[in-house]
């Protein structure tokens, strides 16, 4: 067991299928867990037991079923304009760690078991945004709700574009069918605002960044893994400023 220090405090974000947690010493992130159901009972509060928690659940499990003296926070809490009532906490709070650290206008690309795309314009003000499928959720959709479809895995690399069997065709759908959907939104996102920049997270991040690299130029757009927890850090401490840009430190934390 690690002795905790007294300024150490968790975020934590309980997803549709993973528990994602983070350690701060103070303002500094010190480490990051994604854990899948099967480490769910393994999780890190029991190397840092009793340390003040904030965080949120999006997922069918309460937060205070996992941690029961963590500080829930609320739409309520994010002090951004024009938000709709229903708007996932979680799209909230990465939207509002990208205004942190990126500022406006912005638009968070959020890869996970859905893929949305959350937009703030140049006055920082919820913009509005879309919710797709997921990548893997398409494949599973595929291969769960058709007789004869197999379930096919993200390919690595870019398929052949007319598949000529089963399992690159599939390949191909997903490759380049997730590519045009990005495409026409991020175009339109750029037409409104042309001085934007697109941010990618979540566990599809490697694959839906590999996508962006093939038609957005490199200086629109980066990548971050840590924009709920940058988020929950400012909600937490509405005066710190990030003084080290979170992207020199995007594969720290594992």
Known sequence: MVSPQSNQWFALIIGNSRQHWALFTGEHLSHTWHLTPEEFAFNPAQDYPNLPC???????????????TAIALSLEDIPIPRMYSTLGID??????????VYGAPVCVVDAGTA?????????????????????GLMARALADYTAALPYVTLPPDPPPRWGTTTTTAIESGLYYGTAAMLHAYLDAFFQAFPQGTVIVTGGDRPFISKLLGTFLEPHRWCEDDHLVFWGIRALRNP????????????????
Do not use: C
């Not at 799209?91 to 942190?100: E, I, M, S, T, V």
């Not at 703030?120 to 797709?132: P, S, Y």
């Not at 005066?239 to 594992?254: A, C, G, L, S, W």
């Open 115 to 135: 893929l949305t795309l959350t937009l703030a314009d140049n006055r920082g003000e919820f913009a509005g945004g879309v919710i797709l499928p997921g990548v």
């Open 239 to 254: 005066t710190v400023k990030i003084e080290m840009h979170p992207m020199e430190r995007i594969d720290e934390f594992h």
């Open 54 to 68: 904030w965080g949120a659940s999006v997922g069918s499990v309460p937060l205070h079923q996992v941690y029961p």
């Open 91 to 100: 799209r909230a709070l990465a939207l509002w760690g990208a205004l942190q």
